[in-house]
């Protein structure tokens, strides 16, 4: 599989962030080069980049731009409290998915451990840091989906919904990564894409990157999935996560707990794939996960055409969890464990 890179950094410090703009996908294959920690934000906002583990990795990339900016003479006092401003800045775009947070908080935990140093070499672990949260993105995906390739049922169906492939990683995917592997292998199957209203990631990006890798998928809108389940087109579901609370319960995209229903009244196994830096420990339960609601528009329009009266009221969470007691298990790159053995996987 060869899909350019989502996300990379490219040059030396003094380089800058290569992304693939997700928004003009699957009409346009076009990149976007950030130099600037607002552009990092912006591009995240607007679901340029996007994904769990990418927007971490965006994440990282942006506190970099950021304090690359500080004169190597400025004083380290100086530079933490700057390092911590943006740190809350980028944060602050998107709420849900930990992985942002997690590695921001990497960021500024590795510098804190090297105070003393000089402004000019934290800048350059930094940065060393962030590429590294990139390539560790990359082999974890990987390794996910060497651990849960056998789930992909051989001559079968598996249902996924909105993106958890390499659009959403640093290269290959979460849910995904099982089917990419699974095909490696020779194993043949049918994925069914929801389409993921309202933004669509499962009908312009899951199906644009199966295609490219030369998967069969279909697209089907969001309220046919209990059809596909009915008519036994479908063995088993996987899906992405953007945090995973230590009891197991998943925040995902909006329409996942509804899949997870269905999959449960016709007796469908339905899994989780997610890397380690998507399970939140501090977080005991699905109560706790803050959930990103986002502009009316987005309901209200498909692309630019208007679809509802204007200024229909309208409610635009962008995730829902679904309690543990609905998923049957989770693949990680610690392999694949139910929702009871999180806490002892992660000591
Ligand atoms: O709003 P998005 O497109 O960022 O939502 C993405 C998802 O919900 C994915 O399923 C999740 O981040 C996992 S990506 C490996």
């Not at 530079?79 to 401003?85: D, G, I, Q, V």
């Not at 998507?278 to 209200?300: H, K, M, W």
Request: proline letters at 5%; one cysteine or more.
């Amino acid at each position: 599989m060869s899909l350019p890179r989502t996300i990379e950094w490219l040059g030396d410090l003094n380089g800058h962030v290569r992304l693939i703009d997700q928004t003009l996908l699957p009409g346009r294959l076009a990149f976007v080069d950030c130099s600037t920690v607002e552009q990092i934000w912006e591009a995240i906002k607007v679901l340029r980049v996007r994904g769990a583990p990418a927007i971490g990795i965006a994440g990282a990339m942006g506190l970099v731009l950021a304090i690359r900016q500080l004169s190597p003479l400025e004083a380290e006092a100086g530079f933490f409290a700057e390092l911590e401003r943006q740190r809350d800045y980028l944060a602050s775009c998107r709420p849900t998915a930990v992985n942002l947070r997690w590695a921001l908080d990497r960021l500024v935990r590795a510098a804190r451990e090297h105070r003393g140093l000089g402004v000019l070499p934290l800048q350059l672990l930094l940065w060393e840091e962030a590429r590294k949260i990139r390539d560790e993105d990359a082999a974890a995906c990987r390794a996910i989906g060497e651990h849960g390739a056998h789930l992909i049922p051989d001559g079968g169906g598996v249902l996924t919904h909105c993106n958890a492939g390499s659009l959403a990683t640093a290269e290959l995917g979460t849910a995904l990564a099982l089917m990419y592997v699974a095909h490696e292998r020779g194993r043949r199957f049918q994925v069914f894409a929801d389409e993921t209203r309202p933004l669509l990631q499962g009908a312009r990006l899951t199906a644009w990157e199966l295609q490219q890798a030369g998967i069969a998928v279909t697209v089907i809108c969001d309220n046919m999935a209990a059809t596909v389940m009915k008519r036994g087109q479908v063995q088993c579901v996987v899906t992405g996560a953007d945090r995973i609370a230590a009891n197991g319960d998943t925040a995902n995209k909006i329409g996942t707990y509804g899949v997870a229903l269905l999959a449960r009244a016709h007796r469908i196994p339905f899994y989780v794939a997610a890397p380690v830096s998507t399970f939140d420990l501090n977080c005991p339960s699905g109560e706790q996960i803050p959930i990103e609601e986002r502009a009316a528009d987005e309901v209200r329009q498909i692309g630019d055409r208007i679809i509802t009266p204007a200024e229909a009221t309208v409610y635009n969470p962008a995730f829902d969890v679904t309690p543990a007691e609905f998923i049957t298990a989770f693949i990680s790159e610690r392999g694949v464990f139910p929702a009871s053995e999180i806490r002892q996987r992660f000591h």
